[in-house]
């Protein structure tokens, strides 16, 4: 279904569109398919946004020196970051990829043409789909293409782990960390690639530790 697409600063709000699974050519190379689960449902569009609290867990992720001033700009809490030199930095992406780079850690934005095309969908995902509250409908679609998406994948990226892995992480932790064991085993994938990220050094700070069942998490690993 076609029909406009309204910005509100860095977040893109889409009409209902059916869920796209086909490969797509890029200027030459393959992506990797996005399951957008029908575009961004009114009651998500209205949930708050990602605030400043992931750019801090980032900030130390990174091992950067504290001293960012972050505010949050209207009720969507989308994140501003005040430069010490030049014009203040606006969204959740947009920062959080300032960062990486000045880090000096640019590996974790893709190392190549077509990681850095598949972590900038999921970096655009985390920011258009995962909403800090959304209702049980929006998270079954979410939880139920992501776990297709990563039926044979470690990372979001294929085999690296990239900024979307962090970013989805933190976005996703408030919903896995609510999920029943029944709905942990439903979602096998998802509860793979997000047990495996917890516990990759320094990312998950002061997040509580969620806990898998890891017999069922591995026995149709590929």
């Not at 970051?81 to 014009?87: A, I, R, S, V, W």
């Not at 043409?113 to 959304?134: D, F, M, N, P």
């Amino acid at each position: 279904m076609d029909g406009d697409v309204t910005w509100r600063g860095e977040e893109e709000v889409r009409p209902l569109c059916p869920i796209v699974l086909e490969i797509v050519s890029f200027e030459g190379f393959v992506i990797l398919p996005l399951p957008f689960p029908g575009g961004l449902s009114p009651k998500m569009a209205a949930a708050a946004g990602p605030g400043p609290e992931e750019l801090i867990l980032l900030e130390k992720l990174l091992g950067l020196k504290k001293g960012n001033k972050y505010s949050a700009r209207e009720e969507r809490k989308i994140p501003v970051l005040q430069t010490n030199n030049g014009p203040s930095l606006t969204g959740l992406t947009t920062i959080a990829t300032h960062l990486v780079k000045q880090a000096k850690k640019e590996q974790l934005l893709g190392s190549t043409a077509e990681e850095k095309a598949i972590v900038q969908q999921w970096l655009e995902y985390r920011v258009t789909q995962i909403a800090g509250h959304s209702n049980k409908e929006d998270i079954r679609i979410i939880l139920k293409d992501l776990n297709l998406y990563l039926e044979d994948k470690v990372y979001l990226a294929r085999n690296n782990f990239t900024l979307a892995d962090i970013l989805m992480y933190y976005g996703l932790h408030h919903i896995i960390a609510e999920l029943t064991v029944q709905e942990k085993e439903k979602y096998l994938n998802v509860s793979r690639w997000f047990n495996h990220i917890q516990y990759y050094p320094g990312i998950r700070q002061h997040l509580s530790n969620i806990i898998f069942m890891k017999n069922r998490l591995y026995i149709n690993a590929h």
